[in-house]
């Protein structure tokens, strides 16, 4: 494993703990073994566990069953990350006897901005903002929801955590949107913790898409925070997101798996 590796499966595990406490929709729970969120919410990563070491002398086929039982009996199913930068070959055999199944995979990418810059032709019309007012927040809140695709149950909560509760504390996150041509089109949020500045929310409006915005506005963004002192960039995407952010300079570094039990 590497520095740079730790650094992007930390920052993902230190933005969702600040995400809890901004929103206090889920709760983050450490100790010395673990790292795991727990909600009632039925969402993915709000009942999930990030890091896990198993108990000496303890079967972990034994151990995952019990925790994930706690979950059931509040309702909800766990989540489970494995990452390709720490393997764990007993956990992911009991993860399997567990009938834990694979349900995502985040591709865990990084970019040092040492020397890093990006020439690109400017798109015409279109102009990044740092988000500060009441109806900077409401247009962003409209374009994640539509670019996420969230459907209208949940976006209430989606919106408490991702939007509202993050816009709390603009000392370590920061939301930005796209305009183009003055209709706001993609957004995109920084979480700067130290010299690592993560790369998450950012979407862009259906009909919008294929244009470059998105990797237009992360450079944009990039840029800004290259000039605020911020020495790495780490991101984590999607499968379909996957190839996009290399073009701008992020190399993938490891895998995230998910999965669901």
């Known amino acids: 494993m590497t520095d740079v590796q730790n650094l992007i499966f930390d920052s993902m595990i ?36 990030f890091t896990f070491k198993p108990s000496e002398g303890i079967d972990p086929v034994v151990e995952i069953r019990s925790l994930a039982s706690a979950y059931h009996e509040r309702g909800q199913k766990l989540s489970w990350l494995t990452s390709s930068h720490k393997p764990d070959e007993a956990v992911d055999q009991a993860l399997a006897i567990n009938q834990f ?14 020397d890093w810059s990006y020439e690109r032709a400017a798109i015409p019309g279109l102009e990044v903002r740092a988000v ?6 409401d247009q962003y809140r409209k374009v994640i929801l539509e670019g996420f695709s969230i459907p209208e149950s949940m976006a209430e909560i989606f919106s408490k955590v991702f939007v509202d509760g993050p816009n709390k504390d603009t000392t370590m996150v920061q939301h930005y949107l796209a305009y183009l041509n003055g209709a706001p089109v993609t957004t995109l949020t920084t979480f700067i913790e130290g010299d690592v500045a993560g790369f998450y929310n ?33 991101i984590h995407a999607t499968p379909m997101a996957r190839s996009v952010y290399p073009k701008v300079g992020f190399q993938e570094e490891l895998t995230i798996r998910i999965f669901n039990g």
């Open 202 to 234: 950012i979407s862009t409006r259906e009909s919008y898409r294929s244009k470059g915005l998105a990797s237009s506005t992360l450079a944009f963004v990039l840029s800004k925070v290259q000039q605020s002192g911020a020495k790495w960039a780490v």
């Open 14 to 49: 230190r933005a969702y703990e600040k995400l809890s406490q901004l929103s206090g929709a889920f709760s983050f729970v450490e100790d010395e073994r673990m790292q795991r969120f727990e909600s009632a919410i039925p969402f993915g990563l709000f009942n999930s566990v």
């Open 132 to 137: 500060r007012d009441a109806e900077e927040i």
């Open 101 to 114: 199944n694979q349900v995502d995979v985040i591709s865990g990418q990084a970019l040092s901005l040492k």
